[in-house]
């Protein structure tokens, strides 16, 4: 039996995982992951707003955010593709992070000068940004779970949360204040600027080594003897394509067998609940009478706090306990919270309602997020760490911002209190789930002593 995680570590020591200098530069890695975000999003449309673009036009920018939700289709390329010159300074996961870097510098500051007067190369300029950021994310992810052990990995997910929410502060708040005062083109030169902590932060951090005897090389080359067929270039194409593209699709099935598609079935569904209501959120605040200046205040600025109070805690937690303990609260906890609001739907708008249901929500929201990365950090193969993980962090999304397009349509034909009754029994088959995992695990550590 595998020893339990709290009988050898010391709560001082879990706490102390937050001084270890990888999980610091974590949070500027999140700053430049979650800085690109809003500025081709919320913050662009609220330029193109300004300036008098036509709302029908300002709709098309929209289908920039695809970007992000397609990553892992170039997601081999970032994982298995050495950049001359600059993987052999800085290694293949800090190359890539950069080369996106410096992708999104040069779409923001070519933003900046191209304003709002010609849009179709302003959203090609901003299209540059977001695939140079959803290219970052791929190379940040890969390096995050590849420079610590996976009992770190809910430490290293909090710090990185905390960095990418100061980041949508400054590219939203900031981002607004600046454009108040300089006007838009200097708020995203400003922002340009900003892309200098990301790439200082890749100059200073070392390159994490994988142990190549780790390196599970059987599935591609059971593949490439099946293949030994054309010319050398071709045999050499087939070979890269199978290490890049499907070796790491096939390794995940061999390695978890039978129960892989329950792992899936439950990446896909761990979100349904928050994702769900997310989009109904600020139009139930306005609906139930509650004023801008009160949302702003309590679900934005109150619940940024939150948020990170939720991520820290999970952190320690999954260093003292391990993966499963933690994403079973969460698992709970954000099921819970949607009941929350549904008994909110029925109260009279009290600040002090708002903030307490906030709190819980943010709080919930923020563990659970953090204690799932985690999850999904351990399931990757370092062999194949930025394809796999890219494949969990797109699965993980599509599904639950698909069934969220149907949350106008509850709330319109039944209301929010039994809207918030759905969203909290979309979160049942997760806790469900995390539960039979968990018990496959402990099955499996017993039979293996």
Known sequence: MTPDPSARITWFEAASIYTQPRVVA?????????????????????WLRDDGVSKGSIGFFAWIGITYSIKVFWAPVVDRLRLPLLTRTLGQRRSWMLVGQLGIALGLLAMSLMGTSALGVLSL?????????????????????????????????????????????????????????????????????????????????SEPEVDPTRVDKAVELRIVSTLNTGSRSIRDIQSWFIGAVAAPFLEFFERQGRFALVVLVFIA???????????????????????????????????????????????VL???????????????????????????????????????????????????????????????????????????????????????????????NFGYFEFFIVAALLGLPSILLVISLRARINSDQGSHP
């Open 26 to 46: 974590m949070a500027f890695l999140g700053f430049s992951a979650g800085l690109p975000f809003l500025l081709v999003f919320s913050t662009l449309t609220a």
């Open 125 to 205: 300029c901003a299209l540059l940004v977001a695939f140079s950021s959803a290219t970052q994310d791929i190379a940040i992810d890969a390096y995050r779970i590849e420079a610590a052990v996976d009992e770190y990995q809910g430490a290293m997910s909090a710090s990185y949360i905390f960095g990418y929410r100061i980041a949508l502060l400054a590219a939203g708040a900031g981002a607004l204040y600046l454009a108040e005062y300089f006007g838009w083109q200097a708020a995203y030169i400003v922002m340009a600027c900003l892309v200098g902590i990301g790439i200082a932060t890749v100059m200073l951090i």
């Open 269 to 315: 569904v761990f979100r349904l609940s928050d994702i769900a209501m997310g989009i109904m959120a600020n139009p139930f605040y306005l609906d139930l009478g509650y004023s801008k200046t009160e949302i702003a205040n309590v679900a934005k600025i109150f619940g940024f706090f939150m948020s990170i109070t939720g991520s820290a805690v999970c952190g």
């Open 318 to 412: 999954v260093v003292k306990w391990g993966i499963f303990r933690p994403l079973i609260i969460g698992a709970v906890a954000v099921a819970v919270t949607n009941l929350l609001f549904a008994v909110l739907a029925m109260s009279e708008p009290k600040v002090t309602y708002l903030a307490i249901v906030i709190s819980a929500d943010n709080i919930s929201g923020g563990f659970a997020a953090t204690a799932f990365i985690a999850y999904l950090s351990s399931l990757t193969n370092r062999a194949y760490t930025a394809t796999q993980y890219a494949l969990f962090s797109s699965l993980m999304t599509l599904p639950g911002k698909f069934i969220s397009g149907f949350s106008g349509l509850v709330v319109e």
